[in-house]
């Protein structure tokens, strides 16, 4: 089932290009010095072929909600994999950043700033710093939208995963938890796993002291009613100019 991304109305993009890509269930918004339609419905249909010759093969990968080891050498397909047995997640609960993120290396050659959001999953290549606007829902305190910056240089993946926005599949009732991390199969993985752990406003804490122990990613915001938990390489702001 589609669901309208309203949130694209509230971005900026200053001197970038801004296109769609559509093909099938993906739905990419890009953002680039110039306009890369064509090579990024290229580079998304052969993502898109890749995943679909593969989960013919081993159907399971589509369903389960736990992690599939089926030894695939396609580094998309094992990214996926081991992004699933990291975070004790199904493989699918990490496709929509893996696809952000094989769509926007393969437009690195065209361009130095690329940005590709993908149903509110983010991979983003640009020299210096980003601003990123997460929405945890009009009922949240937080309904004003939580604007923070990150260094994007090198890449950076930012994924968010919510038990009461969109039509993802969580079995947690967190407003939105967002992870980072240079990998967004990984960054994806993790926002599904760790949403699904906050059931009420008191795990916020918890998880998010968990994240920090671990350091298995850059950083984390997660919010459930009044609770807010922030821990990483995280910049607040106001509003910026330049949203991802």
């Known amino acids: 089932m589609y669901t309208e991304r309203f949130y694209r109305k509230w971005t900026s993009s200053c001197a970038l290009e801004t296109f769609r890509v559509v093909a099938g269930q993906s739905d990419l918004q ?97 020299p210096g ?22 260094e994007a240089s090198r890449g950076v993946s930012v994924c968010t995963s919510s038990g009461k926005i969109g039509p993802s599949f969580s079995m947690g009732s967190a407003d939105a938890v967002t992870a980072i991390h240079s990998c967004a199969a990984h960054a994806d993985a993790a926002a599904t796993s760790l949403a699904n752990r906050i059931r009420g406003e008191s795990d916020v804490t918890r998880v998010v002291e968990e994240v920090a122990c671990r350091r298995k990613l850059k950083g984390i915001i997660a919010t459930c009613g009044e609770s807010i938990g922030i821990w990483g390489d995280i910049h607040l702001t106001e509003r910026e100019q330049r949203n991802a």
């Open 129 to 150: 710093h980003l601003g990123f606007l997460i929405y945890p829902g009009e009922e949240s305190p937080f309904s004003q939208g939580i604007n923070f910056t990150l």
């Open 30 to 126: 890009i953002y680039a010095e110039k306009h890369l339609r064509n090579e990024a419905l290229g580079a998304l249909n052969n993502i898109r072929q890749t995943l679909h010759q593969h989960i013919e093969r081993n159907p399971l990968f589509l369903r389960s909600l736990v992690p599939v080891f089926s030894r695939s050498t396609d580094p998309f397909i094992a990214g996926m994999e081991k992004a699933a047995q990291e975070w004790n997640t199904g493989p699918m609960a990490s496709v929509a950043g893996a696809i952000a993120q094989g769509v926007g290396l393969s437009l690195l050659q065209y361009s130095k700033t690329i940005i590709v959001e993908n149903g509110g999953d983010i991979w983003a290549c640009s």
